[in-house]
């Protein structure tokens, strides 16, 4: 599957973005989905998941409360929107995808998107 991300920008501390992530190449319904995000220098970090029959999703410690992952298996895409920026969120954001699994270990994710920058000012 192939995975499009976008969405991110220059945002305030306090504000919110919503990125998306398109799919294209297999049944989208069939994977689970999840967001990560790196800040270079840094290991890539967990984000939020969610399951592909929607029925369950997790989130990192950092983002929960805050952010809310959610799918529209119409259009193939993946949102995660992000409410009360910190600048500690400023990161490289990636998509990911996996058949089964649906972990926060990104390693044991198979398909990824390419990144979308978020930049949270203070």
């Known amino acids: 599957v192939q995975l499009q991300a976008c969405g991110g920008g220059l945002v305030q501390a306090g504000g919110f973005l919503r990125l998306s992530c398109a799919a294209s190449g297999r049944t989208f319904s069939n994977y689970n989905l999840g967001w990560f995000r790196q800040v270079p220098g840094k290991e890539r970090e967990f984000v939020a998941a969610?399951?592909?029959?929607?029925?369950?999703?997790s989130y990192g410690d950092s983002v929960k409360g805050r952010f809310t992952i959610y799918r529209v298996n119409a259009k193939n895409t993946v949102y995660l929107q992000m409410d009360s920026l910190k600048p500690e969120d400023t990161a490289v954001y990636y998509c990911?995808?996996?058949?089964?699994?649906?972990?926060?270990?990104?390693?044991?994710?198979?398909?990824w998107g390419q990144g979308t920058l978020v930049t949270v000012s203070s």
């Open positions: 990911a995808a996996h058949r089964a699994l649906m972990t926060m270990t990104p390693e044991e994710w198979y398909y």
């Open positions: 969610i399951s592909s029959d929607d029925s369950s999703t």
